[in-house]
């Protein structure tokens, strides 16, 4: 498994970060049926069930906009992704159909409130390190282009800057060609919930995506 890690200098900000990793060979296609009858589902739940000036309080929400503002970064101004998919969601414009595997993490993200890394395994380079985003530090995010990732989380390899939760990267992105799948379930604060988001994401991963020789691990503070 690609080993993860926790900068000294996120750590000092955000004392209660916790990253849960899962690693599987996955079968990507362009979409599943069964899936987006689930995902469906669960848009019309809460959709139902919640208003805009809600999502700010959920738990996992919550906990990952103190852990933007004190990195530096206004959570308002970059939304984490699945501050953004709740709110898409509630707002009636329903989640993009990419491929089943990126499916399913936005349903895991939806469902829980967490913001998730979701990488092509076999283009990270060394380790993964989860740092601090400095200014002028290049990086393309997926649909965004250029993204000023200024005192945003992000996660390193060798080879520089390839995933936030706000937006994930091209150079790492998950095409028809991925074989080996990495997630990163990033909670910001010490909650209960992060293990059932990850139970639920080996069981979707399992399900939707044929998933074999899965590892799982979690990166703590300590």
Do not use: H
């Amino acid at each position: 498994m690609i080993p993860v890690f926790i900068s000294e200098e996120l750590k000092t900000c955000v004392p209660e970060l916790t990253l849960s990793c899962i690693e599987c060979d996955v079968q990507v296609m362009e979409e599943n049926e069964l899936l987006w009858a689930e995902i469906d589902e669960r848009v019309g739940k809460v959709a139902a069930s919640l208003k805009v000036e809600q999502i700010s309080e959920l738990p996992a929400i919550a906990a990952s906009r103190r852990g933007y503002k004190a990195c530096g970064k206004d959570p308002a101004r970059y939304r984490l992704s699945a501050e953004a998919l709740l709110r898409r969601t509630v707002q009636g414009k329903g989640l993009y159909r990419v491929n089943n595997v990126v499916d399913l993490l936005n349903l895991v993200s939806l469902s829980t409130g967490f913001s998730i890394g979701g990488y092509d395994a076999e283009k990270i380079e060394g380790d993964a390190v989860f740092g601090i985003g400095r200014e002028n530090e290049p990086y393309q995010g997926i649909g965004r282009g250029e993204l000023n990732i200024g005192s945003l989380p992000v996660f390193r390899d060798s080879k520089g800057a390839f995933g936030t939760p706000t937006s994930d990267s091209v150079r790492t992105c998950v095409t028809p060609d991925t074989r080996r799948f990495l997630m990163i379930i990033i909670g910001f604060g010490a909650m209960e919930e992060l293990e059932n988001a990850t139970d639920m994401a080996v069981s979707l991963l399992k399900k939707y995506a044929g998933a074999e020789n899965v590892e799982t691990k979690n990166v703590t503070i300590g």
